[in-house]
């Protein structure tokens, strides 16, 4: 049902040097990766509200685009991570699937975690599918879904030291007939 692809390597010739390149010299992401625009107002409000807070934890302001920007650049060399597992699935599969290979996402993070490995699912890490295809050999055939990068966080850094306030549970789940 799914496909798994690893790559494994640092910066320099590979990979990271073309996934730089790509986003250096404007090359836009394939449609169906590009990031949503606007969400439903609620959901925009706390989007808005988190990314301001995540950039102001690294004392990054707003409007300082060429800080924004290095932060971009970041996650396009993986956050430094040695290794992105890319999880990919037959195209001729239903959007059923797609729940699988969640499961599977969060069994590998959690197996990760177990051996002491830090994670990073993120959908930038597969914002040009054309690349990745190319470089790791992957058929036209499947869907390369997502992208959880491997490696050790660096503790020191201020996005490490972030974490989101969670909304209260009344507003994200509706219990009915439970007391």
């Not at 993070?109 to 890490?125: K, P, R, T």
């Amino acid at each position: 049902m799914g496909t798994l692809c690893c790559w494994r390597g640092r910066a320099g010739p590979g990979f990271v040097t073309l996934m730089k390149s790509a986003s250096a010299k404007g090359c836009r992401a394939a449609p169906i990766y590009r990031h949503r625009r606007q969400w439903p107002p609620a959901l925009q409000k706390r989007t808005d509200e988190l990314k301001a807070a995540r950039f102001e934890s690294m004392g990054i302001e707003r409007n300082h685009a060429a800080a924004r920007h290095a932060m971009f650049e970041r996650a396009h060399q993986f956050f430094g991570a040695p290794t992105v597992v890319y999880l990919c699935i037959d195209r001729t599969l239903t959007a059923w699937s797609i729940f699988d290979m969640g499961l599977l996402a969060q069994s590998i993070m959690l197996a990760a975690q177990q051996y002491g490995v830090d994670s990073a699912a993120a959908a930038l890490l597969i914002s040009y599918p054309d690349l990745i295809r190319a470089e790791l050999e992957i058929l036209e055939d499947v869907s390369i879904l997502m992208g959880v990068a491997l490696g050790y966080r660096d503790q020191q850094h201020p996005l490490n030291q972030y974490r989101s306030p969670r909304r209260p549970l009344q507003e994200v789940v509706r219990l009915k007939g439970l007391t």
